[in-house]
């Protein structure tokens, strides 16, 4: 995946993830709406109301009949008026409970809670999508580490500060310090076979010490690498036998690299070497190679012509 791709897919993914968890927590924090209060107030004031108008009614009544009619109009004009303020206060109440904040709260926050999934899912596909990214990096990390790791043993070693130091200690002749500065590298870095065969190089040409680099040969093919580099190393220590006088060994060891690596190349050395030798072996790819088909020879055309002259084709 191309970096520049890569790093939008973040910064997208991100950014939906924040935004929206903020809005769900913004809709979270509202409180529930809660149904609308019980009328009992405003019916209790029409109920007041009502009682006091036929209070009135009935003293209004009762002042006709005993013909007061003083008592009556000032009765009735305050019943009057009482009746008026009672009407004008239950219409305030119902119009204040009508208009109150709750009323207006309630439409609102039902609004808010319908986008509720809408955060929820994409909170979701921000952190699925996050994830997503994250687990393809790390794989391809660890993929490719491991990649280079397993077939470091074919490519040039790395050149870091520490093996510049090394080849600077061998180029001033200081084989031995080179050989214990390999050693350490190869204990900060196990899978760097060349290092391995480097020491078993300066032993042989530096030195002149063919018992020690026989010896950190058979190190090295202990360890599992490049089939075809582990053969070449191998037919390299059967040299170091026979140099040796360890004759024995040697021949093991090219019977043992026809067995396991009779396809690679060294095989073919080491099957030419046992030849030479006249030495059985067993060869599991004996019969297998293609011989080569005889081409009949072309019978003369019969001509008139004097000797050494041939016939046009």
């Known amino acids: 995946m191309n970096g520049g791709l890569k790093l939008m897919l973040y910064g997208a993914f991100l950014s939906l993830a924040l935004v929206s968890g903020y809005n769900l927590k913004r809709v979270l924090s509202d409180p529930f709406p809660l149904p609308a ?69 309630r439409s609102s926050g039902f609004g808010q809670r319908k986008n509720l999934g809408f955060w929820i899912g994409c909170l979701l596909g921000g952190i699925i999508g996050l994830a997503a990214l994250i687990a393809y990096d790390f794989s391809s990390f660890t993929g490719n580490r491991a990649l280079r790791l397993m077939y470091n043993d074919d490519k040039k070693a790395i050149k870091d500060s520490d093996y510049e130091k090394i080849e600077e200690q061998w180029a001033a002749g200081s084989y031995i310090d080179a050989i214990d500065l390999l050693r350490a590298y190869l204990k900060k870095h196990p899978r760097e076979i060349h290092a391995a065969i480097r020491i078993a190089e300066i032993y042989e040409k530096d030195l002149n010490n063919l018992l020690a680099a026989a010896l950190e040969y058979e190190d090295i093919l202990t360890h599992k690498f490049n089939p075809d580099r582990w053969a070449w190393s191998a037919i390299h220590l059967c ?20 067995l396991e690596h009779g396809k690679m190349p060294a095989a073919s050395k080491a099957r030419k070497r046992l030849t030479e030798m006249s030495l059985e072996f067993d060869d599991p790819l004996a019969g297998t190679e293609p011989t080569e088909m005889a081409v009949p020879e072309s019978t003369p055309i019969a001509s008139n012509l004097p000797p050494g002259f041939r016939p046009r084709k």
């Not at 009619?69 to 009508?98: F, I, K, M, W």
């Not at 006088?245 to 690299?257: G, P, S, T």
């Open 37 to 105: 209060p019980a009328t009992g107030t405003n019916q209790l004031h029409l109920n007041a109301s009502t009682n006091a108008t036929t209070n009135i009614v009935k003293l209004v009544s009762t002042g006709v009949r005993t013909n007061l009619p003083s008592a009556t109009n000032r009765l009735t004009t305050n019943a009057v008026g009482s009746a008026n303020v009672e009407t004008s206060a239950d219409s305030s109440n119902l119009e204040v409970d009508l208009r109150s904040p709750g009323a207006m709260h």
């Open 239 to 258: 040299n170091l036998y026979f140099h040796l006088d360890q004759e024995a060994k040697a021949v093991d060891l090219l019977r043992r690299i026809i």
